[in-house]
């Protein structure tokens, strides 16, 4: 589409939207000004986590279009479940849990660690049948 295309489009998107809300009654367009409140977890986590988890991914699945599209979506389901610091935990363990002997079993064993890494898990687990199946 050229640009005056896309500003002919913009102009008579602008002019429906002001003719729809024209219409609409003054509770509903207070509703429509009210901003609404965050649903999930996403907004704790810090860009660069959020650009580390879906880079992870896509190195994973191929580094396509579609991997971007169900790395972002899975991002947005663990991040909708597993609050960040609980996130950051989870990784931590599993960072840590790389370490050989003595130095990385309590990373690997303890039950925090494996309740932290099992809630990220389950998280993934159901990312992946959301947005990969």
């Not at 896509?58 to 479940?81: H, I, P, Q």
């Amino acid at each position: 589409m050229t640009a005056i295309g896309k500003s002919c489009s913009s102009a008579l998107g602008a002019a429906l939207a002001a003719v729809l809300l024209a219409a609409l009654p003054a509770p509903a367009l207070a509703q429509l000004a009210t901003p609404l409140p965050l649903a999930d977890t996403r907004a704790d986590y810090p860009t660069e986590a959020t650009a580390d988890y879906v880079f992870g991914c896509m190195a994973t699945n191929g580094n396509t279009r579609s991997a971007l599209e169900r790395c972002a979506c899975s991002f947005d389901v663990v991040a909708s479940l597993v609050s960040y610091p609980r996130y950051l935990e989870a990784s931590t363990f599993l960072s840590m849990g790389q370490v050989t002997g003595e130095k990385g079993v309590i990373f690997r064993t303890s039950e925090e660690s494996k309740a932290a890494v099992g809630d990220l898990r389950r998280a993934q687990a159901e990312a992946e049948v959301r947005c990969f199946e």
